[in-house]
């Protein structure tokens, strides 16, 4: 079976990638790059190799030597290009990761947001329809759900309302493809709401590469605790890493601050191998939360990655981050009813997997 994997070259497509090979099926790529390297090719296939060198199932008989893999460089607005790639290949289902992401910048730039998330979108859909291709996941987010649901949220928490641009063009594209799916009762299309991806693939070789300073708790962590010693490819962190700043411990939570789903990205690369046999049985257009089910605070992580990888992370506490919110974690079940899936690795591996990817980068 073929998937092709658009913005396959990023964190979680890079990931799904691996996952994939190793579970026996091929993989097309197709990114731009505009938030990742072609480096990252070589990398998938290393990662893979060292990934299926250690399964112990080797029924599937894959040919190390030959990776079913293949890399498209070009932009999915762009649908001669994506034409293309089509009749080149024989494709059975997408995975659309590909889009712009930043929640801070989706409020400078709305248009180059909704240009590319729903330019995209509309674009794959118009090609696959043309190759009467019909099944699609999609990267959806926990943002789509509204700031004043009961915890933990379900996939009938009440949606919209979104705080920025980003979080609009989830929930515009989430009802695009509901409306096609209505229209067109061949489709089966899930739109997977992942929650808050961490971590790296055990092998070091892929991980998250936030362009400029990051935004996100994770990879903020790993460069103040690389800036305890390592320099990143050679240089010297900033002062801003000098310590993290943790917006907020006025929170109604455990500790005060903050509180994430936080879900290892290998898990969540696993559950779109799941949702690919899903839709062979399924018709429409489904919501899907991946997460894990469990919060934990901004202080959890801290301590949890110090004591995990014994490398101190200098924190200070700060005045609270416009837009965020006290809780969000996910009712899971229907993850694991529907997708005969559930996540299965645990805070102490996210923290060690981040930091292995670091190190390794730093060396
Ligand atoms: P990422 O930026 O690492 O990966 C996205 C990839 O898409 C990048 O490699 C980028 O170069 C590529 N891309 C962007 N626009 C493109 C275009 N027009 N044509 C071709 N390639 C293009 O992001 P990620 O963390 O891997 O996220 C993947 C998807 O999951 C995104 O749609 C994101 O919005 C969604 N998501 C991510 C998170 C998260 O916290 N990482 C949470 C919820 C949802
Ligand atoms: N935080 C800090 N300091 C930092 C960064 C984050 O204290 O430097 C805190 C935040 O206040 C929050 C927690 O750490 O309490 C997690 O923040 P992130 O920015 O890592 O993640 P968010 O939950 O805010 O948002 C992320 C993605 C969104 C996505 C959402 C899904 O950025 O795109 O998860 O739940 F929609």
Redesign the pocket.
């Known amino acids: 079976m073929k998937i092709l994997l658009t913005g396959g070259a990023g964190f979680i497509g890079s990931h799904t990638a691996v996952e994939l090979l190793a579970g026996g099926f091929e993989v097309v790529v197709v990114d731009n790059y505009s938030n990742s390297d072609v480096s990252v090719n070589d990398r998938i296939v290393q990662a893979a190799k060292w990934q299926i060198s250690r399964q112990k199932d080797d029924k599937l008989k894959i040919d190390m030597d030959n990776l079913p893999i293949t890399f498209y460089y070009g932009d999915c607005r762009d649908g001669m290009f994506l034409d293309s790639v089509f009749r080149e290949n024989e494709i059975d289902a997408v995975i659309h990761f590909a889009g712009l992401?930043?929640?801070g910048e989706s409020v400078e730039k709305p248009l180059a947001y909704y240009d590319n998330n729903l330019g995209s979108t509309l674009v794959l859909l118009n090609v696959m329809k043309d190759h009467n291709v019909k099944k699609l996941i999609f990267s959806s987010?926990?943002?789509v759900y509204s700031g004043d649901n009961k915890m933990p949220l379900d996939e009938n928490s009440k949606t919209g309302n979104c705080t920025n641009p980003?979080?609009w063009t989830?929930y515009m594209i989430e009802e695009i493809l509901r409306d096609e799916a209505l229209a067109d009762k061949e489709w089966s299309i899930a739109l997977l709401r992942?929650?808050?991806p961490?971590g790296a693939h055990a092998s070091g070789l892929i991980g998250e590469e936030p362009n400029g300073i990051?935004?996100?708790?994770?990879p903020?962590?790993c460069r103040v605790a690389a800036g305890q010693g390592l320099g990143i490819r050679g240089q010297k962190l900033g002062k801003e890493y000098q310590k993290?700043?943790?917006?907020?411990n006025d929170?109604p939570t455990k500790d005060g601050?903050?509180?994430?789903?936080y879900i290892h990205v290998v898990d969540l690369a696993k559950g779109h191998v799941a949702a690919v046999s899903y839709l062979y049985r399924h018709s429409g257009a489904e919501a899907i939360n991946l997460g894990t089910g469990q919060g934990y605070?901004?202080l959890d992580?801290v301590q949890t990655f110090a004591k995990v990888n014994d490398v101190p992370v200098p924190y200070e506490i700060?005045g609270?981050?416009a837009?965020?919110v006290a809780e969000?974690y996910a009712n899971p079940a229907k993850a694991k009813k529907e997708l005969l899936w559930q996540a299965e690795l645990g805070l102490e591996d996210m923290v060690r997997d981040a930091w292995g990817y670091m190190v390794k980068k730093c060396e």
């Open positions: 992401k930043a929640v987010s926990a943002t980003y979080g989830k992942y929650f808050n961490v990051p935004n996100n708790l994770m903020y962590i993290l700043k943790v917006f907020g929170y601050t903050g509180v994430r789903d605070s901004v992580m700060t609270r981050r837009g965020d969000v």
